[in-house]
């Protein structure tokens, strides 16, 4: 069965900082694209990183550039979001998800366009 396991969610105060892991399992981890997503509460999901397969290129929302970091620990099938400098508005259900092949444009894809979705894990970020 295809698995994405996200964890390390929690509560941090303004400017802190978290890590996040997502632990894939049941697919060649090798072809597929992985990205992290957020939902906040009355708010749409929104992309905010993508690691691509082919060469690692990542990706990232403007809101979290300079300040998230993605990365890939392919011994491991494990995708990791690095989370610096947090701002309340970080605060969100964090959701990792997988896309075959490479990222079809150079962007974070939609939502819509994930194969595979793993279950949230909660950030709140307190002011």
């Known amino acids: 069965d295809v698995q994405l396991q996200a964890s390390g969610g929690g509560l941090v105060q303004a400017g802190g900082s978290l890590r996040l892991s997502c632990a894939a399992s049941?697919?060649?981890?090798?072809?597929?694209?992985i990205g992290w997503f957020r939902q906040a509460p009355g708010k749409e999901r929104e992309g905010v990183a993508c690691?691509?397969?082919?060469?690692?290129?990542?990706y990232y929302a403007d809101s979290v550039k300079g300040r998230f970091t993605i990365s890939s620990d392919n011994a491991k099938n494990t995708v990791y979001l690095q989370m610096s400098s947090l701002k309340p508005e970080d605060t969100a259900v964090y959701y990792c998800?997988?896309?075959?092949?490479?990222?079809?444009?150079?962007?974070?894809?939609?939502?819509?366009?994930?194969?595979?979705w793993g279950k949230g894990t909660l950030v709140t970020v307190s002011s």
């Open positions: 998800a997988a896309l075959e092949g490479e990222v079809p444009i150079a962007t974070i894809p939609l939502p819509s366009v994930m194969d595979y």
């Open positions: 690691i691509g397969r082919i060469d690692g290129s990542t």
């Open positions: 049941g697919f060649t981890f090798d072809d597929y694209a």
